[in-house]
T-cell receptor
Framework: AQSVTQLDSQVPVFEEAPVELRCNYSSSVSVYLFWYVQYPNQGLQLLLKYLSGSTLVKGINGFEAEFNKSQTSFHLRKPSVHISDTAEYFCAVSDQRGSYIPTFGRGTSLIVHP | DSGVTQTPKHLITATGQRVTLRCSPRSGDLSVYWYQQSLDQGLQFLIQYYNGEERAKGNILERFSAQQFPDLHSELNLSSLELGDSALYFC??????????????FGPGTRLLVL
């Protein structure tokens, strides 16, 4: 079984500032890692995913994440945020074998202020 | 737009009632997943269907059931509704094979309010 911890429930930041949303996971097997974004009143949209290979993963909307196996982390970063990035961000992990059903973190609310 | 559609968008009903939520997966996707999102529980996996067969079960109550039809659309049936069933219900789909089968594509959700 896997678990995901998103260390911050809310992250306020000013527009054009950099941001990092933290995610740690635990698993006894090799995993795939994901970040999803949920805009108000919408479903979840895939931002990026790590399957294998390079530990730095680039996604949509200028986001990137780095997989750190030794620290079991997959933090999400963006060098300069926009007001439109205000949303809920979910980190998720799934087993590399089997059903691929992800376990989600509780989410981090990113609030971008002008 | 993920290509996954869900109806209805909103549903208001009373305790004790039964409702059916509908999901159409992306074209070609054989797997359908149902999730419940609430403030206190977060995003919880309920059940997965693959090409008409139940594949995996999560935290789904006995009052809830689902099925996937030959045209691959899926329905989630919630019965004997309680106030605590008020939540957002998401459907997701994924390909059967190939490089993206580990990735799920989410629908816009159905917001259920039980009064």
């Amino acid at each position: 079984a896997q678990s995901v911890t998103q260390l911050d429930s809310q992250v306020p930041v000013f527009e054009e500032a950099p941001v990092e949303l933290r995610c740690n996971y635990s698993s006894s097997v090799s995993v795939y890692l994901f970040w999803y974004v949920q805009y108000p009143n919408q479903g979840l949209q895939l931002l990026l995913k790590y399957l294998s290979g390079s530990t730095l993963v680039k996604g949509i909307n200028g986001f990137e994440a780095e997989f750190n196996k030794s620290q079991t982390s997959f933090h999400l970063r963006k060098p300069s945020v926009h007001i439109s990035d205000t949303a809920e961000y979910f980190c998720a992990v799934s087993d590399q074998r089997g059903s691929y059903i992800p376990t989600f973190g509780r989410g981090t609310s990113l609030i971008v202020h002008p | 737009d993920s290509g996954v559609t869900q109806t209805p968008k909103h549903l208001i009903t009373a305790t004790g009632q039964r409702v059916t939520l509908r999901c159409s997966p992306r074209s070609g996707d054989l797997s359908v997943y149902w999730y419940q999102q609430s403030l206190d529980q977060g995003l919880q996996f309920l059940i997965q269907y693959y090409n008409g067969e139940e594949r995996a079960k999560g935290n789904i109550l006995e009052r809830f059931s689902a099925q996937q039809f030959p045209d691959l659309h899926s329905e989630l049936n919630l019965s004997s509704l309680e106030l605590g069933d008020s939540a957002l219900y998401f459907c997701a789909s994924s390909p059967a094979s190939g490089g993206s089968r580990e990735t799920q594509y989410f629908g816009p959700g159905t917001r259920l309010l039980v009064l």
